[in-house]
């Protein structure tokens, strides 16, 4: 049973060309909203011919493609491979706009926990804690994360049947419960660094993420 979700509306909606490093270029339609619960500035992206296929997941026809994203400042930003955020939503990006759907930027730094204590528990890990047992041992959640805005997002826009990309069963859990229809989740690639193999391990064998780890020699 889906729980009453307080309404959300769209508050802006401009037109912004993206260029990423490696030259990829599309165009997204971003959304800025009122009434989201937490207060939080988040954003939802609108790649491809997002209109024409909210239509159609809405007539009936396949699911919206979406990504919620979690804010990664160091991965997103600054090209930090302590993680895979930042391929994973340039990824998302260029998956999305080819049937056409959404990317929601969601300010849960950290999974939840903020950029400086996102830092301190980097620093734990650099002593060994695996990134859940970091953010633990700081009196945190292992992921503080909630998806009300998400889903609040998502039916401002008129978006409640979707697929998601997502490696993250969490996602979809949440989502479901707060009554977005989740079709399907369909995972991202794998984008592995020397730095990030060991998060990536911590992902799937601690909230059993669906990333491939056995293709990796
Ligand atoms: N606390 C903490 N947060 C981290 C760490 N590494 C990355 N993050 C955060 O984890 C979140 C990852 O977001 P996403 O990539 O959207 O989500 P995910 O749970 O990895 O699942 P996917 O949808 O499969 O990518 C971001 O908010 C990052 O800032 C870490 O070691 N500790
Ligand atoms: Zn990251």
């Not at 949440?174 to 020397?194: D, F, K, N």
Request: charged share 20%; hydrophobic share 40%; glycine share 10%.
């Amino acid at each position: 049973m889906s729980r009453a979700l307080p309404s959300a509306t769209v508050r802006t909606q401009v037109t912004v060309p993206l260029r990423f490093s490696d030259g990829y270029a599309t165009t997204a339609r971003v959304f800025s909203f009122h009434g989201l619960s937490d207060g939080g500035e988040h954003l939802a992206f609108g790649v491809g011919d997002w209109a024409a296929a909210l239509d159609r997941a809405a007539a009936g026809g396949p699911p919206a493609l979406v990504r919620p994203h979690s804010e990664c400042l160091t991965g997103d930003v600054f090209g930090s491979q302590r993680c895979d955020c930042g391929p994973q939503l340039r990824e998302a990006v260029e998956r999305i706009a080819e049937p056409g759907g959404l990317v929601l930027y969601l300010r849960q730094e950290g999974r939840g926990i903020g950029l400086y204590a996102k830092l301190d528990a980097y620093a734990l890990q650099d002593s060994g804690l695996d990134t859940y047992e970091a953010n633990l041992a700081l009196g945190r959640g292992a992921d503080e994360r909630d998806y009300t805005v998400a889903a609040q997002m998502l039916l401002a826009l008129g978006a409640d049947r979707v697929a998601l990309l997502t490696n993250n069963p969490d996602k979809a859990e949440q989502l479901r419960r707060l009554g977005i229809e989740v079709v399907g989740r369909v995972p991202t690639a794998l984008h592995l660094s020397p730095a990030n193999a060991g998060y990536l391990a911590a992902k799937v064998s601690r909230a059993a993420h669906t990333i491939d780890l056995s293709v990796v020699p």
